[in-house]
């Protein structure tokens, strides 16, 4: 981390994730200058977490403490002022939060946030302001009835979809907030406000409650989309008056604030410190990538992640379409797929004796289009698409039971990353000769990321896989660079703080984030990657189809 002058701005970024507390604080040139954290499990043992959550007898129900993560902010503050932060250099701050869990504030609670003692921890005061102590998180899958009634409520699921960019999901806040009303009727005739876990956090920096903004409130089941307001047809089917328990939406480029004088006295924040409206953790990991027009980004972790800028967004039944947190006039879609690393990691014990090394060989020895052979590697049942099993094709598309280990290495990486393509094109994505792909590739302990211009970024340590990058490159038809961005969540948000203070003189976002390090090329297409994978991708999607009638239950 570099040293800044002793008395340059400061902007922090703060990551509320499921396992712990991130923050990284950067200046006015970009320069990370201070980064830390708390582990909920280790660092705040008291509370019993396993993995920064409690997962309830019926394994459907996933809940964390809200006053773990309100605790977690008094340890990490206390850790910053420990290693020398000036809090009074910090102009800005922003940050996010997990999508989807939501946090439900008791009748009073707004006079106790406006009214804080600076002698005390946050967690002492704010103790008794929950009229749920334990918040849903996005790990909950207990609302199927919840989903299935707000469905009907809105036409259909492809209605739903079109509505709030995403059929219903159980995860999703509105029906969390909906069962809850349902189960747990004076609990939720106890609370005056309800926030996401991000507009939470921003309300404890903010001492009174913080807007939810556009992109977060995406991922709600309860927003439209396209006017950026609650739709109607959604919050009737939720629960009455909700409106007034979630508050207007704002743009996720909206400065909320000063800091709450608690912070001033407490802490030493200037009075002039703003704090700029917080947002999920996937559009702040937007800002850190600093995904553009035409870019996609994919996180290649236990399971992976796709995330698109688009103009023009098709809300489907499989991913989700998001306000953009960057531009309000454009949107972001995610795409999520179960299977990921841990598949990646079978294959390589099965066919390559363990050994990464003769995983790649494998790639290397193998042609583009594999000589036909396709694979579909569901381990787990998949969520993009909904399918299960192994599923394996034969050059004439006959199905196969066994391919030879080589072969079997390529089937896998090509068949990953034609899914991966497939489902963008679908949702809006178009690979163009103007098009950026950018891509957040997460192996094991190694990170990769991947940015702009027709390009692939990818991040990485030691064991970063160019051969894997290789056949990215060439399935997406697109070069593939290198680029150091660790805590992406946590440094969009410091970003985000910046812009939001730059905003009214500087429009752009990326105007604001020119200086960050640039890329270095590691990889170019193939000069027939495009013949050979815009002819495989048909067969794949002609393929999936089939993998997908003979799965169905």
């Known amino acids: 981390m570099m040293a800044a002058a002793r008395d340059s701005p400061l902007f922090l970024g703060f990551d509320f994730s499921t396992q712990q507390l991130k923050v990284v604080a950067i200046d006015e040139n970009l320069n990370v200058v201070h980064q830390n954290n708390v582990q909920f499990d280790s660092e705040l043992p008291e509370f019993r977490t396993q993995g920064g959550v409690h997962i309830h007898a019926d394994r459907l129900t996933v809940t964390s403490p809200v006053l773990m993560w309100v605790k977690a902010l008094d340890l990490l503050l206390d850790k910053m002022k420990g290693a020398g932060l000036a809090y009074s250099r910090v102009r800005a701050l922003s940050g996010s939060g997990q999508q989807h869990g939501s946090v439900f504030w008791r009748r009073g609670a707004s006079e106790t946030l406006k009214d804080l003692d600076p002698d005390q921890d946050l967690h002492q005061l704010l103790q008794d302001s929950f009229s749920v102590s334990h918040s849903p998180v996005w790990m909950d899958s207990s609302s199927r009835q919840q989903c299935e009634e707000l469905q009907t409520a809105a036409g259909g699921a492809g209605s739903l979809a079109e509505i709030t960019g995403s059929r219903a999901y159980e995860r999703f806040t509105g029906n969390q907030i909906s069962k809850l009303r349902q189960t747990r009727p004076e609990e939720f005739k106890n609370t005056e406000r309800i926030s996401l876990v991000s507009s939470f956090a921003a309300s404890l920096f903010l001492g009174d409650y913080a807007s939810i903004d556009y992109s977060d409130g995406s991922g709600m089941n309860l927003l439209d989309i396209r006017t950026r307001n609650w739709s109607e047809i959604c919050l009737d089917a939720t629960a009455p008056h909700l409106d007034r328990l979630l508050g207007a939406p704002v743009p996720s480029t909206s400065v909320l604030g000063p800091v709450s004088s608690y912070f001033v006295q407490r802490y030493g924040f200037s009075e002039s410190c703003r704090v700029v409206a917080f947002t999920g953790d996937n559009p702040a990991s937007l800002a850190g990538m600093r995904l553009q027009q035409g870019d996609v980004a994919v996180s290649l972790g236990t399971s992976d992640t796709v995330f698109l800028w688009i103009q023009q967004p098709r809300p489907a039944l499989e991913g989700h379409v998001f306000c953009n947190p960057l531009d309000w006039r454009a949107f972001m879609a995610l795409l999520c797929f179960k299977n990921g690393s841990l598949t990646r990691e079978r294959i390589r014990n099965e066919s390559a004796g363990g050994s990464w090394e003769l995983f790649s060989g494998a790639l290397r020895d193998t042609p583009l289009g594999n000589n036909g052979h396709i694979g579909f590697y569901f381990d787990s049942m998949e969520i993009t698409p909904p399918a299960v099993g192994v599923h394996l094709f034969d050059p004439d598309d006959n199905q196969v039971s066994s391919l030879s ?78 680029i150091d961005l660790l805590n992406s969540a946590s440094l969009g948000s410091a970003y985000r703080a910046l812009h939001g203070m730059m905003s009214e003189s500087v429009a752009s976002f990326f105007d604001v984030v020119k200086k960050a390090p640039e890329a270095q090329l590691v990889a170019t297409p193939h000069p027939a990657a495009q013949q050979v994978y815009d002819q495989m991708l048909k067969r794949y999607a002609r393929l999936e189809e089939r993998v997908l009638q003979e799965t169905r239950p």
């Open 405 to 482: 280990p080589q072969v079997e290495v390529r089937a896998l990486v090509e068949g990953q990353f034609l899914s991966r393509r497939l489902h963008a094109e679908r949702l809006g994505y178009s690979i163009s000769e103007t098009s950026v792909l950018l891509l957040l590739l997460i192996f094991s302990s190694c990170l990769y990321s991947i940015i702009p211009g027709t390009r692939v970024l990818a991040t990485g340590g030691a064991s970063a896989n160019k051969d894997i990058l290789q056949v990215l490159c060439d399935v997406f038809n697109a070069p593939v660079y290198t």
